[in-house]
């Protein structure tokens, strides 16, 4: 049976993805009480990473899409934290999103923007959170952008 949280990502049109495996020696999620510490999500989709540059060649319409991929990662590694039941996620409390940007770019809120306003379009006043949205000389792989979480469970 599909949970209610699966059924709002159907309903808006997101399959989540398998939850992406990490490149390096962490973990992709700690739980710690009724809290899931969820490591930074590189922006990734259907056809691999998206890559780029706040400010020299991508816009802030493609940097809030880029957010959005990182934020489905982030339920994928949510719904695999807690054994496939997305259900038991309450609430995102903070995300705190890093984009690849130049040095004069000073939109970085407005990118996050996409993560931020798709967590609140699935999970509704649940999914409003505090966030910081900070510039990045460069990110792994060059990707455009990477966001990590924290979320409350029941």
């Known amino acids: 049976m599909t949970g209610k949280i699966?059924?709002?990502?159907?309903?808006?049109g997101v399959t989540l993805p398998d939850a992406p495996a990490p490149a390096a020696n962490y973990v992709p999620s700690v739980i710690d009480g009724d809290t899931v510490w969820v490591s930074g999500q590189i922006s990734a989709g259907p056809d691999g990473m998206i890559k780029g540059k706040l400010g020299?060649?991508?816009d802030i319409t493609a940097g809030a899409a880029a957010a959005k991929a990182c934020a489905i990662?982030?339920?994928a590694q949510v719904k695999a934290a807690l054994g496939g039941d997305l259900d038991r996620l309450d609430r995102?409390?903070?995300l705190t999103g890093f984009v690849n940007s130049t040095p004069d770019f000073v939109d970085q809120p407005k990118v996050i923007n996409g993560a931020s306003d798709f967590l609140v379009e699935v999970l509704g006043d649940n999914g409003r959170?505090?966030?910081?949205?900070?510039?990045?000389?460069?990110?792994?792989?060059g990707v455009a952008v990477e966001i990590e979480g924290i979320f409350?469970?029941?």
């Open 6 to 12: 699966e059924t709002r990502l159907a309903e808006l």
């Open 56 to 58: 020299d060649g991508l």
């Open 73 to 75: 990662s982030l339920l």
């Open 92 to 94: 995102v409390v903070k």
């Open 129 to 141: 959170h505090a966030r910081s949205a900070v510039s990045a000389a460069s990110l792994p792989m």
């Open 152 to 154: 409350k469970i029941k």
